[in-house]
Structure formats: structure tokens, C-alpha cells
């Protein structure tokens, strides 16, 4: 009789501690798997203008270490005096109420109230306790809110404001990749995580896609129709050996050469480019391309070409701005001779090289106005 094959091996699991320190490379028993979401933006990256905007405790370590780009470091002889410093946020150890109940009461936890940079749908949180290992929580937990404006700390904690839990209360590992995946279907503004009952998080991301405010944007009349904090998307990139093509639609200029794309050598006769998808379908007045911070690596020509999704011939491709020679650590302005409608844009760079920003200024039509609004309205809980 033929014996059953084994069932397939369970996902792998984060929860439990993790080994003490013991020298070295501290990332080499480090524990994470790939997911579903990390390929979306992060809607909590300090850059967009995201910021942790209280906890109730961060006695080791800052709150504000959270949404520090980047992985966390760590220093194994770094003390302050409080302790260890660590790269993260980290609260006191709780203690229970009296001698004869020592330990924390069950719902007892510490909690950091974020705010993301570009509110939007949540599809995946990785809750990242690199270097955190003794002393990560035993439990996180994750809730979402959505309220307009600048809301206060006090605003946040008011007893009217509706939390939805995006993670239940889970186990995770400490020196690990906790990721969870989100199907909420809604517009939020903020996030509290929760760790219970205490402990240390190096890091929270927060993946997702961008929902702009359609009152904002219209508003503005002119508006960046491929920035990601509108809702521009990068679709595809022909290579992101050095740098992702994503910072080419972060906000502001460039800080550093790693802050924006750039393409490994070339040693054929091709190019390089990146394809975008614009915030909506929207008519193009004028371009930015910027090569800041890229001096002996800079791209050596540029051309932009859009289409239309909802034209006759919705796959094919206009050329707007010509191959035009770019200089070095330089903001390139082009003011198009005629408005272009388009849904999509594409950025060609030859030979390769790299470029810091991309800007596409315009404004929505007044169907796209209309979807936005529709949108927006839809994913508003």
C-alpha cells in the first residue's frame, strides 16, 4: 500500500525568542520570509511625512526610531544611563500591582500612536524586532483610524474615535520579520500598535496604496500627477541595482545619491527606463527631471513619452519630451507645447545612469475628478 506523502510544511513562523547575541554578524540568525505586500509603498515612511506622534512609554528608546528608513543597527557596546540603546522603540519592563501580584494584568500593554504619511488602503504591517531579543513584546496588535485634518495625541484618544483592528493580538519573535497580511478595504490616517504587555519594536512598516484627498487635489488645480503622495505609482522599472525607481516620486529634492534611481553600467547597446501609472487620467503641462546629488552617474540623455488607457489606441505611446541631454546634480523645467492627456508616462534614460526625481504637472480631468471623489467616498469608513 502506497503511503500518503507528508503535508506540505507549515508557513514560517516568527513567533518565540530568539538566541542571545553572540558575536558577530548580528543580522546572521536574523529571521524573515518574502510577502505578498513589500513590492507597495510604505505608507509610513518618515519621507512622505509620516510620524509617531506619541506613545505612552519610551523609557530605552525613542518612539520616533520606528519609522527611521532603513534597517535597525546595532551597537553590542553601546550603553546610556538607562542601559542598552537600542535602535527602536522600547519601553520599561511592567510590573503587576502589589507583591502578591507581580506580573502584568492580561490587557495590560504599551501603545505608540502613528501617523502615515500617505493616507491610503493597508494590504500588509511588518512589525520588525531586529536586535530585539530577550526583550520583545510577547504580543502586537494593530488598530487604524481615519479623521481629517491634524488631529492631536488627545484628538486620537478620544473615546468618540472608531478604531478598526487591522492585527489582532498575535505572538511574534523577537530579532525577526513579523509580517501580517491586511484586508480592511479602507481609506485610514493613522495607526496605534500595540505590544503586550511591553518590550522593544525596531521598526513599522506599513504597506499599501495611496487614496489622495480629492478636495486637496482639486483645490490645488495644478498638481504633480505622478507623486506618490498624490497616488502615482511605479509600475515597472528596466533595473534597480543601486536604488529603487519608487524615490524618483518621493516628495521634496533629493538629500544624498542613494536618495533617488540609479541603474548598474551598461555594456550594451540598450537603455534604461522606468513606467508609471498617474495618479488619474489628467492633462500634462509641464516636466521636471532632476539629477540631483547624480554628478559622474547621472543619466546622459532623457525622453518622456505617455499614453492614453481610455483613447482609441490605448497602448500606444506618444513621445512628449524628445531624447534631451541632461546635466549633472541638475533640475531640468520643460514647458510642453501643448497640454497631453494620459493615464501612464514613461521615463527612457540613455544609457543608463540614473535620475532623482521625476514631476509631471498638470491637473485631473473632470471624469478622474469624479472616480477620485467616488473613491474616496467608498473607502471612508
Excluded at 18 to 43: I, K, M, N, Q, S
Aim: net charge negative; glycine share 10%; hydrophobic share 35%.
Amino acid at each position: 500500500m502506497t503511503q500518503a506523502p507528508p503535508p506540505p510544511a507549515p508557513p514560517p513562523s516568527f513567533t518565540g525568542a530568539a538566541r542571545p547575541y553572540g558575536g558577530g554578524d548580528p543580522y546572521a540568525d536574523y529571521r524573515a520570509a518574502p510577502f505578498p505586500f513589500t513590492h507597495l509603498v510604505d505608507l509610513a515612511d518618515r519621507r512622505l511625512g509620516a510620524g509617531v506622534v506619541a506613545a505612552n512609554d519610551e523609557f530605552f528608546a525613542e518612539r520616533e526610531n520606528l519609522l527611521v528608513p532603513g534597517p535597525a543597527v546595532f551597537d553590542p557596546e553601546r550603553f546610556g544611563h538607562k542601559g542598552k540603546i537600542m535602535d527602536g522603540w522600547e519601553t520599561r519592563r511592567r510590573r503587576g500591582t502589589d507583591a502578591g501580584r507581580p506580573h502584568p494584568a492580561e490587557d495590560d500593554h504599551d501603545w505608540a500612536l502613528i501617523r502615515l504619511g500617505a493616507p491610503g488602503v493597508v494590504h500588509g504591517v511588518v512589525v520588525d524586532t531586529a536586535h530585539f531579543r530577550g526583550n520583545h513584546p510577547q504580543a502586537v496588535s494593530v488598530e487604524a483610524t481615519s479623521l481629517p485634518g491634524s488631529p492631536s495625541p488627545e484628538d486620537l484618544l478620544a473615546d468618540t474615535v472608531k478604531w478598526t483592528t487591522l492585527v489582532p493580538r498575535t505572538p511574534v519573535g523577537g530579532h525577526a520579520a513579523n509580517g501580517f497580511v491586511v484586508d480592511a478595504g479602507q481609506r485610514f490616517t493613522h495607526l496605534r500598535l500595540n505590544q503586550h504587555p511591553d518590550g522593544g519594536v525596531a521598526r513599522l512598516r506599513v504597506y499599501g496604496e495611496v487614496a489622495p484627498d480629492p478636495a486637496w487635489l482639486a483645490a490645488l488645480g495644478t498638481v504633480d500627477l505622478v507623486a506618490l503622495e498624490n497616488g502615482g505609482v511605479v509600475e515597472d522599472a528596466s533595473d534597480r541595482f543601486y536604488s529603487p525607481p519608487e524615490h524618483t516620486v518621493h516628495p521634496g529634492r533629493s538629500r544624498q545619491m542613494d536618495d533617488g534611481w540609479e541603474t548598474r553600467r551598461r555594456r550594451d547597446l540598450g537603455h534604461d527606463w522606468i513606467r508609471y501609472r498617474l495618479v488619474g487620467r489628467g492633462g500634462v503641462r509641464a516636466v521636471e527631471i532632476d539629477t540631483a546629488y547624480l554628478k559622474g552617474n547621472a543619466a546622459g540623455w532623457a525622453a518622456l513619452s505617455v499614453r492614453d488607457a481610455e483613447s482609441a489606441e490605448p497602448d500606444a505611446w506618444t513621445e512628449v519630451l524628445p531624447r534631451t541631454r541632461l546635466q549633472p546634480d541638475t533640475n531640468h523645467r520643460f514647458v510642453l507645447d501643448a497640454t497631453v492627456v494620459a493615464t501612464h508616462a514613461r521615463v527612457d534614460i540613455f544609457p543608463d545612469g540614473g535620475i532623482s526625481r521625476l514631476r509631471l504637472y498638470g491637473s485631473l480631468t473632470e471624469e478622474a475628478t469624479t472616480h477620485l471623489k467616488t473613491h474616496h467616498h467608498n473607502l471612508t469608513p
